[in-house]
């Protein structure tokens, strides 16, 4: 089942505007650290679910081999321009069975969009069944008793194209273990503006369904503090404050 966010689809290409290279670097510099560190084998193949447009993988691929899955087929036309010698594929996490295993699994920008505690257990174990025994699993999440409503900002312009987005963060408290994230486009091409908003809902678990969650799938657990690198955009006095869940399959 593909995706019909038009923030993957038809405006997949305003991330090249909105996303700073240099902010890819750093998380994954993070993630490759830990999961090396975690490691009691060398790792060198990656699965990389919820891959998006490419841009974690053009630092993850100096490290390891990588395979990449999205469900946006808008982000998997750029990624596959970006990296033509990575195989991606498109597929959804919940029900993901590629038939092979890797050092390691990371999920570094898409668990959210498992909006219920079944979901986010398939995701789990979809990244076990891609593991080796004593692989690596990665995941950034948030947990629901430190997470905030926010508002963030980002904006890019080059020759004539101006594109800024806004995004509202909002805990629904009518619907559990969710959050909402408002996405406000304003596009301008010569000075003429279009303007598109769409909203997503997404996944927000307590620290103890995380921890239940990576048992059940027969994952160690533990889980490190990741710096904010949203912090630039985020509006006003916010915090996001972010984890890295980690994971061996025992």
Request: glycine share 8%; aromatic share 10%; proline share 3%.
């Given at each position: ?186 596009i301008r091409v ?22 239940k969650t990576f ?36």
């Open positions: 089942m593909a995706s019909s966010w038009i923030a993957y689809n038809e405006l997949a290409w305003t991330e090249d505007l909105l996303a700073d290279p240099a902010d890819y670097e750093a998380e994954v510099a993070i993630y490759v650290d830990r999961i090396k560190r975690n490691a009691t084998q060398g790792v060198r193949t990656l699965l990389h679910m919820g891959c998006g447009a490419g841009g974690y993988d053009s630092f993850f691929k100096r490290h390891f081999a990588v395979t990449g899955v999205d469900i946006s087929r808008g982000m998997l036309d750029k990624a596959r321009i970006r990296h033509p010698e990575i195989q991606y594929i498109e597929g959804d996490m919940r029900t993901l069975r590629l038939g092979v295993a890797y050092d390691a699994v990371v999920i570094p920008d898409s668990i959210d969009y498992m909006t219920s505690l079944p979901e986010l257990r398939m995701a789990i174990e979809t990244a076990v069944a891609h593991l080796k025994p004593d692989g690596i699993l990665l995941v950034v999440g948030k947990i629901r008793e430190i997470f905030q409503d926010n508002n963030f900002a980002y904006a890019g312009e080059r020759e004539g194209l101006h594109v800024t987005l806004l995004e509202n963060n909002y805990i629904n408290r009518y619907r559990p273990d969710t959050y909402e994230a408002t996405l406000v486009y304003l010569k000075g003429e503006l279009t303007v598109h908003t769409e909203c997503h809902m997404l996944g927000l678990f307590s620290q103890a369904a995380w921890e048992a059940h799938a027969g994952l160690s657990f533990q889980q490190e503090a990741l710096d904010d690198t949203y912090g630039k955009y985020v509006l006003g006095d916010g915090a996001y404050p972010l984890k890295t869940f980690i994971g061996k399959k025992l």
